[in-house]
């Protein structure tokens, strides 16, 4: 199947991203070659095949869940190195750009 500029440029519109010409036409060639590998999948005969929803044959081990002693809010903020009241003060993660 062969992805022509146009459709090159909308996924990348809708992908947010960005490259010059002579980039469109790799990214046209190597997405063509995925789609047609994608197309020879679809021949392989999977009659009677089991979905497969897991690498690995490991058994998660479950637990029943129980209710246990917790801490109450004081205990909690005892060893917290700022706290504002009732809260833990953290450092600031996201700037603002206003």
Request: proline share 3%; charged share 35%; aromatic share 4%.
């Amino acid at each position: 199947m062969k992805i022509d500029k146009e459709t090159i440029k909308k996924i990348a519109h809708l992908a947010r991203l960005e490259f010059d010409e002579s980039s469109a036409e790799k990214m046209s060639n190597d997405m063509s070659q995925i789609l047609d590998w994608v197309e020879q999948l679809n021949e392989v005969d999977t009659e009677g095949v089991e979905p497969l929803t897991t690498m690995s044959s490991e058994v998660n081990v479950m637990r029943e869940d129980k209710v246990g002693t917790h801490l109450s809010h004081e205990e909690a903020l005892k060893n917290a190195p700022q706290r504002d009241s009732d809260y833990f003060r953290v450092p600031k993660v996201l700037e603002s750009n206003e």
